[in-house]
């Protein structure tokens, strides 16, 4: 499935070479002298086009710096005629549209705590009125995918087609590296529900640190996003926001000179041999799911014949046995414990389900991640009834 969304290609509305679309300025417009100074220095990197910086900040608690307002956008406009770059700033209101529009903002972008809200962004898309102007919209805070493709459904229908995701990582409860985690599969499933939709990644708000910044840009490059937005401070340490994970021009520079650009398609050997090695796999995942098939069909055989002789599901011997001779197979092939569980688990939850089906019972299992495989099964797992087995 695709969602139904109609783009124009991002190089037909934006004349930038070829390459990562690259998008920088600090987090917030601070005062006159920063934003003509981080400008001037951005607008000397090769690649670097466009020219952020938040106005209207979304501040998590009051009392903190809430952004310098409109007339931050009269030192943009400044920024701009002195140094050729685009403009883009946040809007999250009607209100914030209207005085982006009156300054002749050139992009306008939807931030994670307003994309989750569909009655703002109508109302911002309805602010905005020339479907001519380019939208980006960020993903929204948690992770759902199903936001972000409506918020980017829901301004395609209004007209908007010069439209641009931006990936910037995802709230999580769990404690980790990162600021957002990036769960890279949902910008994934996003490119694939979206193919014409051109892709950023933010790796400022990602990582929440300047350490983790490069490793993450490069990750996004080889995962075909189209460039990124980045936050670039004159001083990032004197950041009146996001001060650990700005970085410098100067850094910028020396990063976007190491990242490793990669073609999507190669010389001519190349794409033969990747053609040959793909239908090797085309013709191995049909075998599998031939074979997958095929012993969900002696498990069914196998439930006819329990049924027919009044024996149980419950089989935890066999299951461990199993389990254990399986795991210790698929090792010594090369696969990995963790892949084999996951594998076993989900087959032998498949065999159960056909087996309660021959035997007739209502009984559903139950979901999956309340179902654990333990290779060392404990005597107390025995009579667990979820712990069923072929
Ligand atoms: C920003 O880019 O400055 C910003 C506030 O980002 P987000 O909406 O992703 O938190
Ligand atoms: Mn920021």
């Given at each position: 499935?695709?969602?139904?969304?109609?783009?124009?290609?991002?190089?037909?509305?934006l004349?930038?070479?070829?390459?990562?679309?690259?998008?920088?300025?600090?987090?917030?417009?601070?005062?006159?002298?920063?934003?003509?100074?981080?400008?001037?220095?951005?607008?000397?990197?090769?690649?670097?086009?466009?020219?952020?910086?938040?106005i209207?900040?979304?501040?998590?608690?009051?009392?903190?710096?809430?952004g310098?307002?409109?007339?931050g956008l009269?030192?943009?406009?400044?920024?701009?005629?002195?140094?050729?770059?685009?403009?883009?700033?946040?809007?999250?209101?009607?209100?914030?549209?209207?005085?982006?529009?009156?300054?002749?903002?050139?992009?306008?972008?939807?931030?994670?705590?307003?994309?989750?809200?569909?009655?703002?962004?109508?109302?911002i898309?309805?602010?905005?009125?020339?479907?001519?102007?380019?939208?980006?919209?960020?993903?929204?805070?948690?992770?759902?995918?199903?936001?972000?493709?409506g918020?980017?459904?829901?301004?395609?229908?209004?007209?908007?087609?010069?439209?641009?995701?931006?990936?910037?990582?995802?709230?999580?409860?769990?404690?980790?590296?990162y600021?957002?985690?990036?769960?890279?599969?949902?910008?994934?499933e996003?490119?694939?529900?979206?193919?014409?939709?051109?892709?950023?990644?933010?790796?400022?708000?990602?990582?929440?640190?300047r350490?983790?910044?490069?490793?993450?840009?490069?990750?996004?490059?080889?995962?075909?996003?189209?460039?990124?937005?980045?936050?670039?401070?004159?001083?990032?340490?004197?950041?009146?926001?996001?001060?650990?994970?700005?970085?410098?021009?100067?850094?910028?520079?020396?990063?976007?000179?190491?990242?490793?650009?990669?073609?999507?398609?190669?010389?001519?050997e190349?794409?033969?041999?990747l053609?040959a090695?793909?239908?090797?796999?085309?013709?191995?995942?049909?075998?599998?799911?031939?074979?997958?098939?095929?012993?969900?069909?002696?498990?069914?055989?196998?439930?006819?014949?329990?049924?027919?002789?009044?024996?149980?599901?419950?089989?935890?011997?066999?299951?461990?046995?199993?389990?254990?001779?399986?795991?210790?197979?698929?090792?010594?092939?090369?696969?990995?414990?963790?892949?084999?569980?996951?594998?076993?688990?989900?087959?032998?939850?498949?065999?159960?389900?056909?087996?309660?089906?021959?035997?007739?019972?209502?009984?559903?299992?139950?979901?999956?991640?309340?179902?654990?495989?333990?290779?060392?099964?404990?005597?107390?797992?025995?009579?667990?009834?979820?712990?069923?087995?072929?």
């Open positions: 499935m695709t969602a139904d969304i109609h783009i124009t290609p991002l190089h037909d509305w004349s930038i070479p070829p390459g990562p679309l690259v998008i920088a300025g600090p987090c917030s417009a601070e005062n006159e002298r920063q934003v003509m100074e981080t400008a001037a220095k951005l607008a000397l990197i090769p690649g670097v086009h466009v020219f952020r910086a938040g209207w900040k979304p501040r998590t608690r009051p009392g903190s710096f809430e310098v307002g409109t007339r009269k030192w943009l406009c400044k920024a701009r005629e002195e140094t050729g770059l685009m403009l883009t700033v946040e809007v999250a209101n009607p209100g914030h549209v209207r005085e982006a529009l009156d300054h002749g903002i050139d992009i306008l972008w939807i931030g994670a705590r307003t994309v989750v809200n569909p009655f703002a962004v109508q109302e898309g309805e602010a905005i009125g020339n479907p001519d102007i380019p939208v980006m919209i960020k993903n929204p805070l948690n992770p759902d995918l199903k936001t972000w493709v918020a980017i459904e829901r301004l395609n229908r209004m007209g908007f087609h010069k439209l641009i995701a931006i990936h910037r990582g995802f709230s999580f409860f769990n404690r980790s590296l600021r957002n985690a990036p769960m890279w599969e949902i910008p994934i996003l490119k694939r529900l979206c193919p014409a939709l051109p892709v950023l990644v933010d790796p400022s708000h990602i990582c929440g640190n350490e983790l910044i490069p490793g993450t840009i490069q990750k996004a490059l080889d995962l075909e996003m189209h460039g990124l937005m980045i936050e670039v401070h004159h001083h990032p340490s004197k950041a009146l926001t996001d001060k650990n994970q700005q970085i410098s021009p100067d850094a910028l520079k020396t990063m976007l000179a190491s990242l490793i650009i990669r073609n999507e398609s190669g010389p001519p190349f794409e033969s041999k053609e090695l793909r239908s090797e796999i085309d013709k191995l995942d049909a075998e599998l799911l031939e074979i997958l098939a095929r012993r969900m069909n002696i498990v069914e055989e196998i439930g006819e014949y329990k049924k027919a002789n009044r024996i149980t599901i419950l089989q935890i011997r066999r299951w461990n046995q199993l389990i254990h001779e399986r795991i210790e197979n698929g090792i010594s092939l090369g696969l990995s414990r963790e892949f084999l569980t996951r594998l076993l688990q989900a087959v032998h939850e498949e065999g159960i389900q056909r087996q309660l089906n021959v035997m007739n019972t209502e009984e559903k299992l139950q979901p999956p991640s309340h179902f654990k495989i333990d290779e060392h099964t404990k005597s107390d797992q025995d009579h667990d009834p979820r712990n069923q087995g072929e």
